[in-house]
């Protein structure tokens, strides 16, 4: 598996080579998407169609269904548009996959039409207003802003200085 965590509902996917890969690579996609504030940017993380895992895993479409079902009502949730793929038939468990530690009824529509009865995790908090800034960002915008600032005060001292050259001949 990659290093960095996944971004992208795509890139849970990659290099999944067995189902316990798939749940650590969802997880860590699941804690990427805990950073995301806006309907734009989840948009951006989930518009890409991830390759089917189907074929590769023999799971009967767990892992596709699970994904598909996951975006689809984290977009229900968040009153966002669902991507096409997720609607796709090849994204459907071939048989019931049901937790038996929960009640059928809370289980939300977007899994119970893939055949997955469990209750997931919700990480999506989206927030009005602008988005958040990572800490890195804010410092580089701060040193542009301070150097602008100094070099407009260096342009005074410097014009100051010619006037008062100016005034002394």
Request: charged share 25%; proline share 5%; hydrophobic share 35%.
């Amino acid at each position: 598996m990659s290093l960095s965590p996944p971004k992208t509902a795509a890139e849970v996917t990659f290099n999944i080579h067995e189902a316990g890969d798939f749940q650590s690579s969802f997880q860590q996609w699941q804690s990427e998407l805990r950073h995301v504030s806006s309907a734009r940017e989840l948009r951006q993380r989930i518009q890409d169609a991830p390759p089917l895992l189907r074929s590769r895993l023999k799971d009967h479409g767990y892992c596709d269904a699970y994904l598909a079902a996951y975006v689809a009502w984290i977009c229900q949730l968040s009153k966002t548009t669902a991507p096409n793929w997720v609607t796709q038939s090849n994204r459907i468990a071939d048989s019931a996959c049901i937790d038996d530690a929960i009640d059928l009824s809370q289980t939300p529509d977007a899994f119970r039409q893939r055949n997955l009865f469990t209750i997931p995790e919700n990480v999506i908090q989206l927030r009005r207003g602008r988005p958040k800034k990572s800490a890195a960002h804010k410092l580089k915008n701060n040193a542009e802003r301070q150097h602008r600032y100094r070099q407009r005060v260096k342009a005074k001292l410097a014009r100051l200085e010619q006037l008062e050259r100016e005034q002394t001949k």
